[in-house]
């Protein structure tokens, strides 16, 4: 949207005067960037047993009529596009064109989605091809502490996949419905149930350097001021960096205000993209809150006559650990504080772990650190109209520590079924250049009668780097809804659906089919 952006500052510029503009929503269509169509060509070898012994992949990637973020979701898509698996040989091209279609942009999961729908329907096309259940290919695949992922990038951290698959599996019923669903289905309406999986990259990685930063102010009265510059969209970010801040100056939330970011009082912290939010913003929130804090201990210990490190503080109180009845409120240090005149005010700032990627070769560490997500669906087929309903969807993810469980399982909620709107529904027809679809009669969202029953899985493998272990969920929680729905249709139907949406006429005809005639030259 910075054409958007552009217009705007100039008006400023040329009037003196704050600008405003409205589009109408078919402007919004127009204007606005699309998720990045791919076109993938993957070839895998695997032993006989199961085990995957290469990845070949070429893919080519519509950047529309401007590069946008197109280089950088070619990145996202080939890096993670041998999915989370351990693979000896992998082979990953992608180049970014142009062409007269609409430009693309960021788009959540930015190039991951894609990649995750061929991965994961190769993996579900292996499994019937050598008679292994997919949840079990796919576990004895796993990733795991100590393994090598396909950059070259030794795996340091906790992973949690298996125990997401098992967790998974177990909350749909797979073993049993999977039986089930094999059998000869009689009548209209065939039912299928599928899974798949993914590891994403968290905060920006080799796509740029990325740093943050927060402040933390404790007011006279006892109140704090928590600032970062992580832009909240609805994710919640400012419930968990205020939760953050509570949390290590041993305070309730309810004395927390979080102030939007403002870069006139806070540093810029860059955008709120690529799952960051609560690893950068989280972590310089937590710098700053301990800054404060030490200032607070020392003042606390000599009100307790205690050693500085023997001081806690928890409930709105600071504790003397050696003698636990020796206490003094949070109240009282503050005004102790303000009494000597030593400003409880701090900024905080995080810059993201080094790593080391060549450019040229694709290889090395692309990301510090991954989250492992698996989903999984379990859809009805009306063999006869070829409408696809998704009756049951079973979210689960490794985010290193949920610092914030309802909100994580908002994330999950709202990412599905994001994700099956990218699977079933969402599409943007384009004929010769030009877009046709210009509002929401004609471009289909699921609206809350084709959402299913949730069950979200939370699955902690707490992150050394992260803020009290926390990782992050935002893009994850879209990112692997589209296969796993994709390969419960293929169970239903005995067909796979290679293009995007599986709308009625490709389930049901199995081809592509346009909702439009093409001109004639």
Known sequence: MSAIGCRIALLALKTGQPVKTTYSREESFLESHKRNPFYMDYKVGVTKDGTLKAVKSNIVVDSGVYCSMSPYVALRGIVQGAGPYRVENVHSDAVSVYTNNPYTGAMRGFGSPQTNIAIESIMDMIAEKLHIDPVELRINNALKKGDIA????????????????????KAI?????RKEYSKP?????KKGVGIACCMRGVSLGAEGVDAAAASVSVQSDG??????????HGQGSGTVMSQIAAEVLGISIGRITYLEPDTSLIPDSGPTVASRGTFMGGNATKDAALKVKARMVKVAAVILEAAREN???SDGKFYDSKSPDLETSFDEVVKACNNK????FEYGWYSMPKIHWDEEKGTGDPYFTYVYSVNASEVTVDTATGKVKVDNFVSAHDMGKAINPIGCYGQMFGGAAMGIGFALYEEVEVVRGEMKDRNFDTYTLPTACDVPDFKGIIVERPDPNGPFGAKSLGEPATEVAAPAVLNAIAQA???????LPASLERVLLGKKLSKYKKKKD
């Open 150 to 169: 396909p950059t070259g990038q030794k795996i340091n951290h906790e992973v949690g996949l298996t125990e997401a698959l098992q967790k998974t599996a």
């Open 173 to 177: 019923e797979w073993q049993k419905k």
């Open 185 to 189: 289905q009689p009548g209209q309406y």
């Open 223 to 232: 109140k704090v001021i928590v600032t970062t510059g992580i832009t909240n």
């Open 311 to 313: 001081v806690i503080s």
């Open 341 to 344: 005149a030593i400003p409880l």
């Open 493 to 499: 139907t005995k067909k796979r659906i290679y293009d």
